[in-house]
């Protein structure tokens, strides 16, 4: 019976304990899961202003290389200086190039030394404002090379392509959005990446994929799954570094509940085993048990007080007495008397 | 059981932790001329939403000994900083020279050449727990020589003065050298030991031909000389070819380059990127993105210059 008990507590113990982790592993999967579709919800928002933004801002560069050329030409400006302007007035944008109607390069300025990105020719000679292609460099630079047709008086002249920095573009706009830790790229039509904008490490990632209008292009957002789910390992290792403690603590306050009543019953059945020899029960201390063992000694106390009474009785009768064992008819007890009559004496 | 409630009131306490920690930035600039790309990186940092930062300045006085003994000091302090950030490739170099295996990332407020010095691999990869902002100064001497022949189509020959004590500074002037070749310039270094010295070649510079002066990336010229170059040269109305805005500013004719605020404004996106936990060895050098022409307006018109409508929309900015 005590070893039932016993155990009973310490399922019951291990029951909660068990109880506990499940509890906590299973909100770690809701939380997962709920920051999982929050995040997908927030950063295709972000996606998608970000690639509206980029589709404007390539736009919006295209007409205003046009406007600025044709103010400056209004100044009667070279076109060469034209092209040195639109490198300064515009950010981001560090060279461009001017092209026949053929596509063929005439003359092409830069404000730094490097002037890869302007090809040296272009083979799409639609009169239409578009996006050729990304150019990326070994310093880990990208350019978007936009191609601007330029008229006048409705008559053709040729062709501006000016490098636009993506990549700082997307710096720009990553920080103002906040998701400066995530991975952006920009793949062209075929899927293949052409920019990769804060390279992250190999760990596992979540992603979301857009497409950019008007630039046969998407671009696609990248973070670490760590980083997604950060407040749900956060959680979780809060969680468990309480639930340790609290576990501890239950096993503590549970081993010394069961000894505090298990100790004085077994100290009760040692004391009731050798009352024989000491003729007292000690239990110490207080509580429910010690209130048992002082009721038992008690009893154990007025049976001693009965038999003495009635063995002065038995020891002192004015007749012989002879107690004898029933069944097997041995003498078991004989008085005083008795010995006397049979004169028998040690 | 008071015991355990103690334990849980810890564990409380470490699991709210100290999340917004201060960031403390080691500095090491060669001198007073630099303090503007520290002004820059601190306003770019303050933009980043970085406001907890403190500042530790080492400044070596403008002489390479004064920098040399910084960077020992700012070595023995490593321990403190989370990022040093250097003025220059000149810094970075004596940093590293004083000790190759620096704890705290270095990152370069704008430096010269930085292959040259060798913080890169030939892949352009930071080998050196180095990263931070390449100015291109060497690599802009052929478009600066380029501009200035656009503005002053007559002149044939002019001189740089430099003592280079550094490869780099070699390399620069070498590479004006050869962007002199091609634009139809000749491009003689002089050396000069003191300020009289200085004067004397330029007040009988132009007897021998020699119509301009060209300042190069070059550490003794750039901290000693530029003042008086420009005051000698505005005086015997020599035209000066300089390296950044700032020094349009202080009376050279002509200047092309990135300011010393924008190289320490855009060095901060990179120290910004550190701070939140990206490793050096991933962060290329930054070439500048924002690189200027700056025309000092009433020097150009003591030298007799007018400047035509195309001439004018080369130009930035005028300094008046």
């Known amino acids: ?346 | 059981m008071g015991v355990f409630v103690f334990i849980l009131f810890l564990l409380f306490l470490v699991s709210c932790g100290d999340r917004d920690k201060k960031v403390v930035i080691g500095v090491l600039i060669s001198g007073e001329g630099r303090l503007t790309k520290l002004d820059g990186f601190k306003d770019g940092l303050k933009n980043l939403g970085i406001k907890n930062v403190e500042f530790l300045v080492y400044n070596g006085e403008n002489s390479l000994k004064g920098i040399e003994e910084k960077a020992i000091e700012i070595v023995k302090d490593e321990d403190k900083f989370h990022i040093i950030v250097a003025g220059g490739s000149l810094e970075a170099y004596y940093l590293k020279k004083i000790k190759e295996d620096l704890k705290a990332p270095v990152v370069i407020m704008g430096g010269t050449a930085i292959k040259t010095w060798g913080f890169v691999d030939e892949k352009n990869r930071p080998i050196r727990g180095i990263t931070g902002i390449d100015n291109l100064n060497t690599e802009l001497m052929e478009k600066r020589v380029e501009i200035f022949k656009r503005f002053f189509p007559d002149i044939k020959k002019a001189v740089v003065f430099c003592t280079p004590r550094f490869e780099a500074s070699k390399l620069a002037t070498r590479l004006t050298i050869q962007a002199g070749e091609k634009h139809d310039l000749k491009v003689v270094p002089i050396s000069v030991n003191d300020v009289r010295d200085l004067e004397y070649v330029i007040s009988h510079m132009k007897e021998d031909g020699f119509g301009a002066i060209i300042i190069t990336p070059c550490f003794y010229t750039e901290n000693f000389l530029t003042s008086y170059i420009l005051h000698y040269a505005r005086f015997y109305q020599v035209p000066v070819l300089c390296l950044s805005p700032e020094q349009a500013t202080k009376g050279c004719t002509i200047a092309y380059g990135s300011s010393n605020y924008d190289q320490g404004y855009q060095a901060s996106y990179i120290a910004y990127r550190i701070i939140k936990g990206e490793r050096v060895e991933n962060m290329t050098f930054e070439r500048v993105d924002k690189v200027k022409l700056f025309v000092n307006q009433s020097a150009l018109r003591e030298l007799g210059y007018t400047l035509d409508k195309n001439k004018l929309a080369l130009i930035d900015q005028v300094v008046k």
């Open chain 1, 1 to 346: 019976m005590r070893q039932s008990i016993k155990k009973s507590i310490v399922i019951v113990i291990f029951f909660m304990v068990f109880a506990q982790f499940f509890f906590v592993f299973a909100y770690f999967q809701v939380l997962k899961d709920q920051l999982k579709t929050s995040w997908e919800r927030d950063k295709t928002i972000i996606l998608k202003i970000l690639a509206d933004r980029l589709s404007e801002e390539i736009n919006l560069t295209q007409s205003k290389i046009r406007s600025l050329v044709a103010r400056y030409r209004s100044l009667d400006i070279d076109t060469r200086e034209i092209l040195w302007r639109i490198t300064g007035d515009m950010e981001h944008i560090t060279a461009c190039g001017y092209y026949d109607t053929k596509g063929r390069l005439i003359f092409q300025e830069a404000r730094l030394p490097t002037l890869e990105s302007i090809p040296k020719s272009i083979d799409r000679l639609n009169w239409e404002d578009e996006v050729l292609n990304v150019y990326s460099n070994a310093n880990g630079e990208s350019y978007l090379n936009l191609k601007v047709f330029d008229m006048n008086s409705n008559i053709p002249l040729g062709f501006i392509v000016c490098s636009l920095n993506i990549r700082d573009l997307l710096k720009e706009y990553t920080h103002a959005y906040g998701i400066q830790k995530a991975t952006i790229r920009l793949l062209d039509s075929q899927g293949v990446p052409v920019l990769v904008l804060n390279q992250g490490s190999n760990k596992k990632q979540l992603s979301l994929k857009t497409n950019i209008k008007n630039a046969n292009m998407s671009i696609e957002l990248r973070e670490p799954e760590d980083y997604v789910y950060k407040n749900a390992y956060d959680f979780l290792k809060l969680s468990l570094l309480l639930s340790f403690a609290l576990c501890g603590g239950l096993f503590l306050i549970g081993f010394f509940t069961v000894r505090r009543i298990f100790k004085p019953l077994e100290d009760l059945k040692l004391s009731v085993i050798n009352w024989a020899e000491k003729k007292n029960i000690e239990v110490k201390g207080y509580g429910e048990v010690y209130i048992l063992a002082r009721a038992f000694q008690n009893l154990l106390d007025s049976l001693e007080k009965e038999k003495r009474v009635y063995m002065n009785l038995f020891n002192n009768l004015g007749d012989a007495l002879l107690l004898v064992e029933n069944e097997k008819g041995i003498i078991e007890m004989v008085n005083s008397k008795f010995l006397d009559i049979r004169r028998v004496r040690n």
